[in-house]
């Protein structure tokens, strides 16, 4: 009777074992993954994250959103204190910046999912400057949520009322559209501005706004060892670097023919909203920025101008999803980032957040949208460029724009003092 007893004991307990073991040998239990990201609120993943847990009930994810100025030097404090997060949002310039407190995917790819991602399912399924951006070295050190891009946002009634039937699609139509559209007073005051563009200060993102003109019109960003800036370098003979600055300078020029905003206007998208800005340039999330001040403004969307139809050229600006080096639990992290960024994880967090795409299958659904498919379509002509510090070069870029305003420097002085001190921070 005790022998019997015994070997059910011993039996029970064997079985107990091998269903706590995994596949490694030792004892599951329970992990709870930190996420931390920025702008999205925890309705964008709430339904992710329930899903995740039901095919993964051994998982949990917790996500805490934090301000922008609070984060990126939050999560470094966390990281240093030891007590940060198990996965991130990064920025897509970030990986030169804080690629060393990262770490890789599995080069074998995630174990346990249904479809791993090597580096090639990463070029397959996502749009190219994804690749650019989050690989290094043939590793993966993040995939994208999303890829957002600037698109041209004009006022349909002050189009109307100026004859001018479609949006421009070059800056050559820009530059005649912007004549008819601007409004000048007896003194030479502007009234009514054609488009926001030529200062730094006073314009969504007009930073993005001239890397874009630089990029269009085939200025070399960066060495090819990201090394040094080489903005300023002219490109087969020409000083096209000097040419995009003296372009979009010139609309915060009196004496320009393009002069359609300075400093004193209001802000870019206050402007917009208020009807007296007839085109400015924005992202896909600033739709509900202009529709929550102006639910009645009379606006349409359309693709951002080119230098060349031949050659599209758009400007990316997205936040992607990584695993802090630190993470005790990284194999589970990449995990949810995996199912996070596929197709079904994807497509939950697009539809909270009305987001434009960054995977190539998702965009084919997208592209019918009325507003949201023209920055979906833009995605895949997306161009970034590695940038040591986006912040500081953001800075770098705004004083290069006021030295030329305000008559601090020449054009070439400014172009090439900015390169300067962004080859500083390059080789820092």
Request: no cysteine; glycine share 6%.
């Amino acid at each position: 009777m005790y022998i019997l007893v015994g070997v059910i004991v011993v039996a029970v307990f064997v079985t107990i074992v091998l269903v706590l073991r995994n596949v490694g040998g030792t004892i599951s239990k329970p992990v709870t993954l930190q996420f931390w990201g920025v702008f999205d609120d925890h309705n964008a993943f709430d339904k992710v994250i329930s899903n995740f847990k039901a095919q993964n009930p051994g998982i949990d994810v917790k996500y805490q959103m934090f301000t922008y100025q609070q984060y990126e030097q939050g999560f470094l404090n966390a990281l240093a204190a030891g007590t940060g997060p198990d996965i991130l949002m990064i920025h897509n310039t970030w990986l030169p910046k804080h690629g060393d407190k990262l770490i890789s995917m599995p080069a074998t790819g995630v174990p346990d999912t249904k479809n791993p991602f090597t580096v090639q399912n990463f070029k397959d399924q996502f749009v190219d400057v994804a690749y650019q951006d989050l690989v290094y070295n043939n590793q993966i050190y993040g995939l994208p949520l999303y890829v957002d891009t600037l698109g041209l946002y004009y006022n349909k009634d002050l189009f109307n009322t100026a004859g001018i039937t479609r949006s421009p699609p070059t800056w050559e139509e820009v530059n005649s559209d912007v004549q008819l559209l601007t409004k000048f007073d007896k003194s030479g005051n502007i009234i009514q501005s054609g488009f926001s563009l030529g200062t730094a200060r006073n314009i969504t993102r007009s930073t993005d706004i001239l890397m874009t003109m630089m990029i269009q019109s085939g200025v070399q960003m960066a060495s090819s060892d990201n090394r040094s800036a080489i903005f300023g370098v002219p490109v087969n003979g020409q000083r096209i670097g000097e040419i995009a600055l003296q372009y979009y300078t010139n609309f915060a020029n009196p004496r320009n023919q393009n002069y359609s905003w300075n400093d004193s206007q209001h802000y870019s998208i206050d402007a917009f909203t208020e009807g007296t800005l007839a085109m400015t340039l924005g992202y896909a999330h600033d739709l509900q920025v202009i529709r929550s001040k102006a639910p009645r403004l009379n606006f349409a969307v359309a693709p951002m101008p080119q230098a060349s139809l031949i050659d599209i050229r758009n400007f990316a600006n997205y936040w992607g999803v990584a695993v802090a080096a630190k993470s005790a639990h990284s194999v589970e992290a990449w995990k949810f980032i995996n199912y996070l960024a596929s197709k079904e994880g994807a497509t939950e967090y697009l539809n909270s957040t009305n987001r434009p795409s960054a995977r190539r299958d998702l965009i084919d659904l997208q592209r019918t949208d009325p507003e949201l498919g023209i920055f979906a379509i833009q995605a895949l002509s997306a161009r970034s460029w590695s940038q040591a510090d986006n912040t500081a070069i953001e800075g770098i870029f705004a004083d290069m724009i006021d030295d030329v305003n305000y008559n601090r420097s020449s054009i070439p002085d400014a172009l090439a003092r900015a390169q300067s001190r962004v080859t500083v921070l390059m080789q820092h």
